[in-house]
């Protein structure tokens, strides 16, 4: 068996400890996270004798973006890389606003979210980071100081990966840790809260439009006659 540190559990894999060494495993973590589809890869190592499969990778998948990022709201990405305490990591950010912004707002959004991650990661080790993205300790950090800027209806880590976590200083992991479920739906609540206000903005707008058109041609009908 496989130990798997963050997530409190074991996977049996096929192999013998040598051909097993650097090998990945990809793991969905949606029902642990109820809903949210945040892939796991990790790479097997070997410590102290034994095979532990350590975070290498987070990504948040399409399937789940697709159900954040809805009409009416405006989106921020960046990607970047930045140092932790022990080794250079890639990290891309995805912010979802509460309505349509303008791109000076995004572009204020984008700059503050990298100033306060450069800041945030390069006094933490790789592997506290993975654990912080998987109990949410670390969007409950950011999400507040972006706020600020403008409404949020989603902040969290699309990507975030090492190329070599053999360099990864040792992190002593709460097994029973709780993930961020709370968050997630919060999440989640929050952002078809913004696509249904935003949704119903647009059938104003567009009720509004149609009565103007209505009225314009009764005005020219009664003047024609």
Do not use: W
């Amino acid at each position: 068996d496989v130990s798997m540190p963050l997530l409190g559990e074991s996977v049996a894999v096929l192999g013998s400890p040598e051909s097993l060494q650097g090998r990945t495993i990809k793991m969905d973590l949606a029902r642990k996270l109820r809903g949210k589809n945040l892939e796991l890869t990790l790479a097997i190592m070997q410590k102290d004798g034994k095979l532990e499969a350590v975070p290498k990778r987070l990504e948040l998948l399409k399937s789940f973006l697709l159900r954040i990022v809805r009409k009416g709201t405006s989106y921020v990405e960046d990607s970047f890389k930045v140092q932790c305490k022990d080794l250079p990591v890639t990290v891309k950010p995805l912010l979802v606003t509460r309505k349509k912004v303008s791109r000076a707002i995004r572009n204020h959004l984008r700059k503050e979210c990298k100033e306060f991650l450069v800041s945030y990661l390069k006094e933490k080790n790789f592997l506290e980071v993975c654990y912080e993205l998987f109990t949410g300790e670390l969007q409950h950090a950011m999400q507040p100081k972006l706020k600020k800027i403008y409404p949020l209806a989603f902040c969290d880590i699309r990507v975030f990966e090492t190329k070599d976590v053999s360099k990864a200083a040792p992190f002593v992991i709460n097994v029973n840790a709780t993930p961020a479920t709370a968050q997630v739906e919060d999440q989640m609540a929050e952002a078809e809260a913004a696509s249904a206000e935003a949704t119903a903005l647009v059938e104003k707008s567009a009720k509004s439009s149609a009565a103007a058109k209505e009225e314009k041609s009764k005005t020219e009908s009664a003047e024609s006659a």
